[in-house]
């Protein structure tokens, strides 16, 4: 309950005590410090706070670069060619100029979250008043904002207490993008510490964004049985007008839906979403739908399906407003921070709004009130969609064959595909009259559309795909979970003796885009495999949908097969890209409720809590955004290795340890404060893989921790081993490094693999109580 | 794996949460189909085991109808120098997690209730004869438990021979639990410590004895006895008790010197059976929380399962906050639902007499262990829901805490107007109404008064009555 400027005037006022004349109290900042809880050592941290722990992750798990440039650009002494050892103009070396970039799209990332979240909070404040409370869980949670308590040492409880907080977030961006300029940090150490830093920041920002949105809208409250919501096209009533809102701030859809509800109008058209505003429209309200994933937004614009597309921010393709125009579908721009070009019609009357975009006079608006933004969408769905009849660009069937045939056979379609898909054998084929190949790719295509760009002869070959896949795209029904928001506290105590027995084996968060090939069926394959043992697995934003996107024989989803509850062969979405910060959350409040380990401006413990103890993994499989990178680096200093998929190696870096250096895995035992070897778990903090196959071999590997109890290290043991032999035919080679006593060793397998130790020289060590800082070495009281 | 090379499907802790579906099933043994059925581990002398002999007595899985359900009896029948009777509860319960190892066959429940299915696909591997399990069942026992030196296994699925042996079957069940619930803490010389949890929560260490389960619920004294035997280095470990000081409390020498060993001195002393002074410390895994009710001077209990508010108008998550991370704090108190079955059972603090209120669903679980003058005295979220209603339930009731209420409520009454007057202290900062000054006999005028503070921070003012 912090509250800033707190002004009182009394012009007049008589008592039996005294007389006041024109008395002016002013406050500057009135501080509710009625938490019990001390202040921690490191409240609102600033950009060297935890430098030191930065350094000791960093030095653990040194950062590998892969540059995906040569040259700096970034200031006009240059370009400055930075190869084999050259420096730039300013001094700067490649791994610098290297960790420089990461930093420079991680405060991005954080950026964009926070000042999605800082729009959310001014808008609700402004809606439902600065002391409206904050309720994520009721009863269930009473550690309301883990990251909030544990970055800025603040207990959050309304609203209004969320504005202090996103100062700071803002604050800490502004001075980690300072770093950026020319000529201020020089060492790669140094802004790699800050990208863990901003990262920090980020999930701050994200959390912010979430617990308001969940407070105020009433969405699903850390509910494990969130309503199982529709997803796919096939699912939309298409004889009904249709809005489509894409993007990631749902405030502008909320205020469609509210506009229908008033009206009487909700079930007479279809609200569907694309990317995360998707989820936020389904937590908001039951009847909305999700139709897809980031990567699908050509396909579905396209293919024509929106009356009215609403765009408001994060991730939407830039020329969405122009492929909208193609299709004859009016556009409405409602977030400042994505103006599409169009007039600003904020404050004009509704009614010319409706008239100019009905008549085609405009092809699209900028509003950014949402209530108009509501009024202005549904009257215009409602009037235009008699008009426009489902128009969509694709292509008859003959006339693809007539495009095909315009080919020049250059292959430059191929070799500009993200994927290397074979668009020329597609197209080839097509000539000769079958779409069959051309229907084959479209499982493969992420949807970038770069194909038609380099076309020499302008064959639209994205449109050509969607036309060949028409009936499945149209046909699209599968289901999600709506978003659930927060991981209950019972819940954690639930998991609490499962995780300590081996029981459970590890938690597997499955986050970030849908840009990959087969539409995510990787993604749903390895949260199969995994639930299937037992995992805990978390998703989020589009890889919450994806791993929706497909049935098993019985035609069941995922979430139809599996529980959303936070325990052994869960499958939980959170919801948003916002809702990421659940994640860290849950595994911060692990520590807090198992070892009462208190949360407030208290980070280096808790980090160094989870990176020992903690069996989490994250999974980016589709790489996309700066966005992806922050919540990434976020997770990396918290001690959460982080895997990513084919288009990782993108990110130009990873962190990865050196498991042949013995000397590298000390840990003090903070029993005794002996250093005890506990061998490299987890191996690599941020890492990128070519194949599903790989990923499922080092999800299994990477949830291995010091402390893991000898039951608990052997069954992880038995999943990394059963899917290397599945994957690659054999037992690990390093077997050994995991390894401490013979009772680590899976039962079933003591002989084998107590002869593979035999000859590895192996020698039986200890379970410690495992932690990298000195001061937390415990005393032994007398 | 070559431990298992001559069985014809896998068998690794993977498969354990395998599930058959009826249509994937070869044949059923046991189930709810069959009335009879049974598995029982017996420890005999040595010479009485032939080591990895397996027999089968009725039909094999080869020449049984795809399809069909059969009744099972396991007999597993070990033997070894330091094995006793009672062990064999916790070597029985083996033989579920064992075969579940096997891939393509399920095995759920255990002693007279087992559900046991193979698999199509296991069954078209080679999984056709019950020797294959049993040899199975012989190599991981032998390998596990060291301390079985001699080990043979019967499977019978022969219906007149099933039948013959259920009844003897079942009352092994109830001799071996009537003497479990028959064994008191001053009858055994060693309790057993666990510290699995500090592997998440490094200054709780729980300790077990016969008559106070772990926590968790799922570590019984037999349970401990076992792996401390199995592996004496591991997470669980014997504990000579000791000289008993305090009968009442429960408190052992041996237990304080072990506790303050392994808590680093944290904690130095603790009191079994109950909830006040030097209470048993919790992780964070405990099934449910006992709380202190001053208002009635009684407990509350409530589990981790349960989703409204406390009678004392707080959560599970809340209550169960306050014990957490291997404190020991007065009148919180983590438990398993099975101490809740125990005599001692916070027996220094009344027992069930002192218990006042506890969720439904638990009451139901342990009804029959609760005193029968007292069962109904006791009330559930349906008769009280707060504190008011829980007092007039407990007197019209006549719960065994009224007796103990007339003086010490009226203090509460008046310790309870002193906080609130306290709490409402730190307010005048922004009421200029209270703003002109108590003292007596002058009148202070403020005029065109500008008073500005650039932060003022309200805080909590403790009190220290109310803290006892």
Known sequence: ?782 | MSMFKDIPVEVGVIYEGERIRRKNMHVELGGPSMKEKFELAKVKSLTEIEDGKITIIGSDIKDMVEGKAYPLGILVEVAGATLDQQLEGVIERRIHGYMNYIEGLMHLNQRYDIWIRIGKKAFQKGLNSFQYIGKVLYKLFKSELSIIEKIQITFITDPAKVQGLYPQALQDYETRDARARGLKDEEVDKFYGCMLCQSFAPSHVCVISPQRYSNCGAISWFDGRASASIDPKGPVFAIERGELINAEKGEYVGVNEVVKKKTLGDVDRVWLYTAFDHPHTSCGCFEAVAFYVPEVDGFGLVSRSFKGKAVNGLPFSTLADSTAGGRQIDGFHGISIEYMRSPKFLDADGGWNRVVWLPKEVKERVKDFIPKEVVDKIATEENAQDVDSLKTFLKEKNHPVVAKWKEEIAEVEQETMVESAEQGLPMPVMSASTLPIMAGGFKIILKDAKIYANKVIIKTIKDEKTKK
Request: hydrophobic share 40%; glycine share 8%.
């Open chain 1, 1 to 782: 309950m912090t509250r800033k400027n707190v002004r009182v005037k009394i012009g007049e006022m008589k008592t039996n005590a005294g007389f006041i004349k024109n008395l002016e109290l002013s406050v500057g900042k009135l501080v509710d410090d009625s938490w019990e809880e001390p202040m921690g050592p490191t409240p609102k941290p600033g950009l060297t706070t935890l430098r030191n722990w930065d350094l000791k992750l960093l030095n653990r798990y040194k950062p590998f670069y892969m540059p995906a440039c040569d040259l700096c650009c970034l200031c006009t002494f240059g370009k400055c060619d930075l190869t084999a050892g050259k420096r730039g103009a300013c001094g700067l070396t490649m791994a610098a100029q290297s960790s420089r970039i990461v930093l420079l799209a991680c405060c991005i990332g954080a950026a964009t979250h926070t000042a999605h979240s800082r729009h959310m909070v001014h808008h609700l404040i402004e809606k439902y008043g600065s002391r409206y409370p904050l309720d994520i869980g009721g009863l269930n949670i009473k550690v309301e904002a883990p990251i909030t308590r544990l970055v800025c040492g603040i207990r959050p409880k309304t609203l209004g207490d969320l504005d202090e907080v996103l100062d700071y977030a803002e604050n800490q961006i502004t001075q980690a993008l300072a770093v950026v300029h020319t000529g201020q940090e020089g060492n790669n150490l140094d802004f790699e510490s800050k990208a863990f830093h901003v990262g920090m920041i980020d999930h701050v920002g994200m959390e912010v964004g979430d617990i308001a949105q969940v407070s105020t809208l009433d969405y699903p409250r850390a509910d494990p049985e969130a309503p199982i919501v529709e997803m796919g096209i096939g699912t939309v009533d298409r004889s009904k007008p249709v809005i489509m809102a894409i993007g990631h701030n749902v405030v502008p859809s909320v205020g469609i839906i509210d506009y229908m509800k008033d009206n009487s109008l909700d079930d007479k058209l279809e609200v569907v979403g694309l990317c995360c505003t998707a989820h936020d429209i389904t937590r908001y309200w039951d009847r909305g739908k999700i139709i897809g994933p980031i990567s699908w937004q050509l396909r579905f614009i396209r293919g024509g399906f929106a009356d009215v597309v609403v765009l408001d921010e994060q991730c939407v393709r830039t020329d969405a407003s122009n492929e909208a125009e193609r299709v004859k579908a009016p556009v409405i721009a409602a977030s400042a921070k994505n103006c599409m070009g169009f007039k600003d019609r904020t404050n004009d009357p509704a009614d010319d709004i409706v008239a100019d975009l009905v008549s085609g006079k405009v092809p699209g608006v900028l509003i950014l009130d949402p209530d108009k933004v509501g009024e202005v969408a549904v009257r215009v769905a409602q009037k235009i969609a008699p008009l426009r009849k489902r128009f969509n660009v694709l292509p008859e069937v003959n006339e693809v064959v007539e495009l095909a045939k315009t080919c020049r056979h250059c292959n430059m379609c191929q070799r500009s595909c993200p994927q290397d898909l074979k668009v020329p054998e597609a197209i080839e084929a097509a000539e000769e009259g079958s779409l069959k190949k051309l229907n084959e790719l479209y499982e493969f295509c992420i949807g970038c559309g770069r194909c038609e760009q380099i076309c020499p002869v302008n064959i639209p070959i994205h449109s050509l795909i969607i036309k060949s896949a028409e009936k499945q795209l149209t046909q699209e029904i599968c289901n999600c979970r709506a978003g659930r928001g927060a991981i209950q506290d019972v819940e954690i105590r639930n998991v609490g003796s499962p995780i300590v027995l081996g029981e459970i084996p590890g938690i597997l968060a499955v986050v970030g885009c849908s840009n990959y090939p087969k539409g995510g069926k990787d993604v749903a394959d390895i949260c199969r495999e995994f639930a299937n043992r037992r995992f805990i697995v978390v998703t989020s934003g589009c890889a919450a949908m994806t791993a929706g996107a497909y049935k098993n024989e019985e035609g069941q989803t995922l979430y139809d097969e599996f529980s959303g509850e936070f325990a052994a062969g869960g499958i939980l979405n959170v919801g948003s890209c916002v809702a990421n910060s659940h994640i860290a959350g849950a595994a911060i409040k692990v520590a807090n409720i198992f070892a009462k380990r208190p949360l407030r401006g208290n980070y280096e413990e808790i980090a160094d809590y989870i990176y020992n103890r903690v069996g989490a993994v994250g999974l980016a499989w589709g790489a996309y955004s700066q966005k992806a990178a922050a919540i990434a680096a976020g997770f990396w200093r918290l001690g959460v290795p982080v895997l990513v998929g084919p288009h990782g190696s993108k990110y130009r870096r990873m962190l990865l340890g050196r498991a042949d250096k013995k000397e590298d895995w000390d840990v003090y035992d903070a029993r005794s404060g002996d250093k005890v070897n506990v061998g490299p778990a987890p191996e690599h903090l941020f890492q990128t893989v070519e194949t599903k196959e790989e990923a499922m071999v080092f999800i299994a590997k990477l949830c291995i921790r010091p402390n893991d109890t000898w039951k608990g290290r052997s069954i992880k043991l038995s999943h990394y081993i059963d899917l290397n032999k599945r994957f690659y035919g054999t037992i690990p080679e390093d077997l050994h490094l995991f390894v401490r006593t013979p009772a680590d060793i899976p039962m079933t397998m003591k002989d084998d693999i107590l002869k593979i130790l035999k000859g590895k020289n192996w020698k039986e060590t200890i379970i410690p109580d495992p932690t990298l800082l000195p001061r937390m070495i415990r005393k032994k009281r007398k």
